[in-house]
Structure formats: C-alpha cells, structure tokens
Nanobody
Framework: QVQLVESGGGLVQPGGSLRLSCAASRSIFSVNAMGWYRQAPGKERELVAAITKVGRINYADSVKGRFTISRDVAKNTMYLQMNSLKPEDTAVYYC?????????WGQGTQVTVSS
C-alpha cells in the first residue's frame, strides 16, 4: 500500500498562490499515475490534474494555465502549484495514487480563496 499525506492548504486572497504537497510513505517510482482531486461542499469530487509514470500530464480546463502538477521521485512527493487563485477553487484537495495493486487516497487539505 501507499500512504499519502497532503499539506500546504490554507486561506488565500483571490489572485494569490499556494503550493500543495503530497508525501508518500514509499517510493513513487513504480506508481502508474498520481493526481490531485478536489471536492467542494455539496459537489462531487473532480479531477484537477494528473501525471503518469512517464510524465504525461492532464489538467482540468478550469485550472489550465494557472496550476502546475509535478513530482519529485527522490523525495517521494507530488506537488500542485496553484497561481491566480479564484474563489471557485475553494475545496478540499485530495492526493491520489493509482498502482497495479489499488487506488489510494490521502485525507485532504482545505484550500479557501476569499477576500
């Protein structure tokens, strides 16, 4: 199994930036894909960005050009750099890891974008 822990969330003003981190309990070298999801109250969980083992990246249209997903295999960590944040980005953000043995989730970190 892979244990995932998110960090870096908080309160930020519109137009501001945050960097989220997802620390894994073991090497992410063999993980097929990792991604960031988010869920706002009363809404379904949605994919924000994903990155495969070979570096292929996909973004939701709503964050394209503002968010950047990356991985540091040596640190067993995935990141989400969020710039030009909007109130509609407010949600709990979850880290996901997709492996041959299963699909794993972190506990989430709250991001609130408000004046």
């Amino acid at each position: 199994q892979v244990q995932l822990v998110e960090s870096g969330g908080g309160l930020v003003q519109p137009g501001g930036s945050l960097r989220l981190s997802c620390a894994a309990s073991r090497s992410i070298f063999s993980v097929n894909a990792m991604g960031w999801y988010r869920q706002a109250p009363g809404k379904e969980r949605e994919l924000v960005a994903a990155i495969t083992k070979v570096g292929r990246i996909n973004y939701a249209d709503s964050v394209k050009g503002r968010f950047t997903i990356s991985r540091d295999v040596a640190k067993n960590t995935m990141y989400l750099q969020m710039n030009s944040l909007k109130p509609e980005d407010t949600a709990v953000y979850y880290c996901n890891a997709y492996t041959p043995g299963g699909n794993y989730w972190g506990q989430g970190t709250q991001v609130t974008v408000s004046s």
